[in-house]
């Protein structure tokens, strides 16, 4: 080998080249498909049926899409500042992507195991900011302009109140590392969210807002903004948004999960049944199984299929789903590789529930004011989670130090947090400035003041 | 380690060359972005003196919080006006020179020197978790400074807002 390098010396990085082009490779498709879903989640919440025409149900709805988005003009307005404008969605779409290397798929699949795991995809992540600010300045649109400001400043709003959500997780965890926080949810034999659930409700509309989701969308509220950031944008460059939007949904959900839904854990992962004598746990049945009935499911959705060339495609679908479930299946007879390919279907499987949830806000709230946005951050949960945190702390030292059960610590610590959301609650019922005198009421300062 | 001086090079010289760029640069979002890719290339530099966890607050803390303040504010300044300012003064040859004979002295400083310097790489060996290190450190060997400079920064901050509002 040149450069006196030997196969020993590249030998490590392999598997995570490997994985690293796997998951760059799939991203795109799976943020397609979680596009469709979307879709037809929504078309369902309004008693519609969604895409039905590109393939069966609109199975290649999202292949369409990416060729049309591929095809269409890339225009670069007359006045935008070109460098910028070029930059600004590969920044976007490059730091969503790097977070994905500290994210544990599974006890195997991961592409690197950092001491510093969660704070290295926090501060990832909170580099794609950039994508959406200096688009929007460079695209030289006032539109584009308000969107990037106002995305600006919900970001750095609700990173402080996600990252304290995060720190009391971290406490329970005691470490930093993505691996590690599973591994104690493993050892204590609980998932966080039910011992620290304000936190997880904290980092819940934290996230949505940090990913810039309704009904958290100011940044590109199309009935103020047209698309906001994104106005400007078309075709090929458009679609990296759209992908960093998704990568980062992603992001945020595998991050919750690792942290608060046990990562790559089977539910019930301390319950251990056997039935007819086989050899295999119950619940460890459950992926293959999974596999066959949506195997099932569509083939008889297929048989439904008017059009020849639908129930083929949709018979495809059938193979995956069949193949999947046999590869399922295969791995319970093989103790070295189960836990990786059950870890990585257990972790798919929250992401999508949490996504879900993602979905579900969506479509029933409707779109917060600017200033309840603020008002929300600022003065509900970050207080909020000022107080979770503290009482956490004291949970753990009682727990620690004075030998007090976990569960009896954890539930004085939740109702002390709830007692506070309450009157939280009740404080921002309250109007903010009734008490103040009118504006010229006010002494005057003197000469030179800013109002 | 062959690996370990290309990834130095190359972060040295992306901060060096950022730098320079950020300072001539006459569009002040163009030197914002130089800036933050000064801060990234030694965020770079600290992780590999395996210091992962100062990489990872360099890059939350400065690229990720004070630079986003930084750019938001530099969008909402009229722009058209710094552009046709002239950015240098007629004294920059002075400087020129200082900066020679300064880098001259460092140069004379390090050849006399000698062996008071040591070149030697990192060790290769892996350290421990630093987070850990860094808290220890932080909460018990220098708390009371600790506390002194997050009092002084409550302060500040309380400053800002009592300034900046009027109506609280």
New interface residues.
């Given amino acids: 080998m040149p ?3 030997t196969f020993d ?1 590249i030998r490590p990085f392999i598997a995570p080249v490997i994985y690293a082009l796997v998951i760059v490779a799939v991203l795109p498709l799976m943020a397609g498909y979680i596009v469709l879903l979307e879709r037809k989640v929504m078309a369902h919440m309004q008693a519609r049926m969604g895409p039905m025409r590109v393939g069966p149900h609109g199975l290649l709805q999202p292949i369409a899409d990416a060729v049309k988005l591929l095809l269409k003009e890339d225009i670069t307005p007359k006045n935008a ?1 070109a ?2 404008f070029w ?1 600004a969605p590969l920044l976007s779409v490059t730091m969503a992507l790097l977070a994905y290397a500290a994210l544990p798929f599974g006890p195997a699949f991961q592409i690197a195991d ?3 795991g969660l ?2 995809i ?3 992540s ?2 794609g ?2 994508g959406i ?2 688009g929007g ?1 460079a695209s030289n649109s006032h539109y584009s ?1 308000l969107g ?2 106002r995305s ?2 919900q ?2 709003s609700y ?1 402080t109140a996600a990252g304290l959500a995060l720190v009391s997780g971290l406490l329970l965890g005691g470490t ?2 993505m691996k590690g926080l599973v591994e104690a949810q493993d050892q204590q034999g609980v998932w966080f969210i039910f011992i620290a659930p304000f936190s997880f409700f904290i980092y819940l509309i934290a996230s949505i807002a940090e990913t810039n989701r309704a009904p958290f969308d100011l940044p590109e509220a199309e009935s103020e903004l047209v698309a906001g950031y994104m106005t400007e944008y078309s075709g090929f460059r458009w679609s990296l948004y759209f992908l960093a939007e998704y990568a980062n949904m992603i992001v945020v959900s595998g991050i919750a999960v690792t942290l608060y839904l046990g990562g790559w854990m089977r539910p019930l992962s301390a319950v251990h049944m056997h039935i007819f004598g086989l050899p295999y746990e119950l619940l460890d049945l459950l992926p293959a199984l999974i596999f066959f009935g949506l195997a099932a499911w569509c083939s008889k959705l297929a048989l439904r299929q008017g059009e020849q060339i639908q129930k083929l495609v949709m018979f495809l679908f059938v193979g995956m789903f069949l193949v999947l479930g046999a590869v399922m299946a295969w791995s319970l007879t093989s103790p070295s590789l189960m836990p990786g390919i059950h870890g990585a279907f257990w972790f798919i499987v929250k992401v999508l529930v949490y996504l879900y949830g993602f979905l579900w806000f969506r479509f029933t709230f409707p779109r917060y004011r600017f200033d309840q946005l603020m008002k929300l951050g600022w003065q509900f949960l970050i207080p909020l989670a000022l107080v979770n945190l503290v009482m956490i702390g004291i949970a753990i030292v009682l727990v620690q130090q004075s030998g007090w059960p976990l569960a009896i610590a954890m539930i004085a610590a939740n109702v002390v947090t709830l007692i506070v959301a309450f009157w939280l609650v009740r404080q921002g019922d309250k109007p903010m ?1 009734a008490v ?1 005198p009118a504006e010229d009421e ?1 002494p005057d ?1 003197g000469p030179g ?1 800013i ?1 | 380690m ?2 370990d001086s290309i990834l130095f090079y190359f972060f040295a010289v992306l901060a060096v060359g950022s730098a320079i760029l950020m300072v001539t640069r006459r ?1 002040a ?2 030197s914002a ?1 130089f800036l ?1 890719s000064t801060l990234l290339a030694t965020a770079g530099i600290f992780l590999q003196l395996q210091a ?2 100062l ?3 360099q ?2 803390l400065y ?3 004070i630079m ?2 930084f ?2 504010v530099i ?2 300044v009229n722009l058209d006006v710094a552009v046709r300012q002239m950015k240098f003064n007629r004294q920059s040859w002075v400087a020129g020179l200082l900066a020679l004979v300064l880098g001259g002295l460092a140069i004379v400083v390090f050849r006399s020197g000698g062996g008071a310097f040591n070149l030697m790489a990192s060790p290769v060996t892996t350290m421990p ?3 850990e290190q860094v808290g220890t450190v932080l909460f018990q060997k220098y708390f009371l400074p600790f506390e002194i400079a997050s009092i002084l920064l409550l302060v500040a901050m309380i400053g800002a807002v009592v300034m900046a509002k ?2 609280i």
């Fill in positions: 450069f006196g390098i010396d500042d460098l910028m930059l950092l001491d510093v704070l290295f926090l501060a990832i909170s580099l900011i950039y600010v200096l300045w302009l990037a400001l600006a400043a970001l750095v990173e930093l590392s400035i103040l006010l300062v003041e109002r | 062959m690996l569009n979002v163009h972005v933050i992962e966890f990489f990872v607050v890059i939350i690229v990720g919080g986003v303040l750019v938001f969008m909402l978790p630093n987070a009027r109506k």
